[in-house]
T-cell receptor, first 115, second 113 residues
Framework: GDSVTQMEGPVTLSEEAFLTINCTYT??????LFWYVQYPGEGLQLLLK?????DKGSNKGFEATYRKETTSFHLEKGSVQVSDSAVYFC??????????????FGAGTQVVVTP | GAGVSQSPSNKVTEKGKDVELRCDPI?????LYWYRQRLGQGLEFLIY????????KSGLPSDRFSAERTGESVSTLTIQRTQQEDSAVYLC???????????FGPGTRLLVL
């Protein structure tokens, strides 16, 4: 079946540091890939998405590129801020299968940015 | 417009009691999803409604779990005879149409004592 694996946290960084959160997936169909973010005390928010190979999703300074050859969708930001402290979830929705529309999530990665 | 809302935000119950969790989707969204997030884990899909079609219940963990949706509006997730392992955050999401981007509510944190 489909699955998403992302790096364990917490990831602790200083402000203005470079952030990478690794995400790899297995899927039987044609997955769309997503990054969701959960800020403290808030609900999940869509951060960015990509629907086909080589697409790059971007939002709020974050980027992720859909790499079919390595089945990866790593999240990056060049200069983090304290306000980026949150839990980040990688997810997929597998088109062409019975799972299409049901998001399959990774376990989440907590990011802590210190001043 | 308003986002997805859920109530209650927190619920503490005793083992064996029944609980009802409510979700109000974004107006105009035809698809509605329930997920569960247990401590330290990712979200697990529970059930999915699309318009008037029969719901996809493939993620419900046991027959103690059920959900209803009235048309394209409110949904209620019911857990009967709660167990301690049901303790989790229950998240609702909606999308304009099936299989499109999902928007999540703040969740209901359920604690079964």
């Amino acid at each position: 079946g489909d699955s998403v694996t992302q790096m364990e946290g917490p990831v602790t960084l200083s402000e203005e540091a470079f952030l990478t959160i690794n995400c790899t997936y297995t899927a039987t169909g044609y997955p769309s890939l997503f990054w969701y973010v959960q800020y403290p005390g808030e609900g999940l928010q869509l951060l960015l998405k990509a629907t086909k190979a080589d697409d790059k999703g971007s939002n709020k300074g974050f980027e992720a590129t859909y790499r079919k050859e390595t089945t990866s969708f790593h999240l990056e930001k060049g200069s983090v801020q304290v306000s980026d402290s949150a839990v980040y979830f990688c997810a997929l929705s597998d088109r062409g299968t019975d799972s299409w529309g049901k998001l399959q999530f990774g376990a989440g990665t907590q990011v802590v940015v210190t001043p | 417009g308003a986002g997805v809302s859920q109530s209650p935000s927190n619920k503490v119950t005793e083992k064996g009691k029944d609980v009802e969790l409510r979700c109000d989707p974004i107006s105009g969204h035809t698809a509605l999803y329930w997920y569960r997030q247990r401590l330290g884990q990712g979200l697990e899909f529970l059930i999915y409604f699309q318009g008037n079609s029969a719901p996809d219940k493939s993620g419900l963990p046991s027959d103690r779990f059920s959900a209803e949706r009235t048309g394209e509006s409110v949904s209620t997730l019911t857990i009967q005879r709660t167990q301690q392992e049901d303790s989790a955050v229950y998240l609702c999401a909606s999308s304009f149409q099936a299989r499109e981007t999902q928007y999540f509510g703040p969740g209901t944190r359920l604690l079964v004592l």
